[in-house]
């Protein structure tokens, strides 16, 4: 059986504000563990806060 997965082509963000918070949402593909340490490390650091 072969397993087959649906995944985005390229990075997206979206913004939601509800009463004073905003909440930011960012989506990759990723292919490797490598590609997560290349998004994740920037966002932690523009986003220390979050």
């Known amino acids: 059986m072969i397993t087959t997965y649906?995944?985005?082509t390229s990075p997206t963000q979206a913004e939601f504000k509800d009463k004073g918070s905003r909440f930011i949402a960012f989506a990759y593909p990723i292919r490797t563990l490598a590609?997560?340490?290349k998004y994740l490390d920037p966002l932690k650091e523009e986003h220390h806060k979050a």
């Open 6 to 8: 649906k995944t985005i």
């Open 35 to 37: 590609d997560v340490k």
